[in-house]
């Protein structure tokens, strides 16, 4: 007889036991791939949102430059330093959030279910 049948026959309450912690297991690992994924939305939305302001200043000083004539303008590297700011922030966010989209969600859950699969091999080995 398989030692899995026999453990559901002689000792159900360790099967209902080992059900319940990999229910514990998923919550766990749901919630952390959740946190994960909410960060991935944060940053990737705070990353658009600066690259529009880049884009905009940018447009901006590009007309300032555009009507404003040489002799007027008292300090022109302004124009082209005030979009880089907004910029750097939108790239520093989106390759936060590329980093965080590469990070292994239900590791745990899936190492678990290998170790218990490779146990009932073993035990239903001749």
């Known amino acids: 007889m398989h030692p899995l049948l026999t453990l559901i026959a002689l000792r159900p309450q360790l099967l209902l036991d080992h059900a319940q912690a990999y229910a514990t297991l998923f919550n766990e690992e749901f919630s952390l791939a959740f946190a994960t994924w909410r960060r991935w939305a944060l940053l990737q939305a705070v990353a658009l949102c600066c690259l529009g302001v880049a884009v905009m200043l940018a447009g901006v000083a590009l007309m300032l430059w555009a009507v404003t004539p040489p ?52 035990a239903g080995a001749p």
């Open 71 to 122: 002799a007027q303008i008292h300090a022109p590297w302004v124009l082209f330093a005030m979009p880089l700011l907004p910029l750097a922030i939108a790239l520093a966010c989106a390759l936060k959030a590329h980093q965080q989209a590469q990070a292994d969600t239900f590791a745990n859950l899936g190492r678990q279910i290998d170790a218990d699969l490779a146990m009932l091999r073993e």
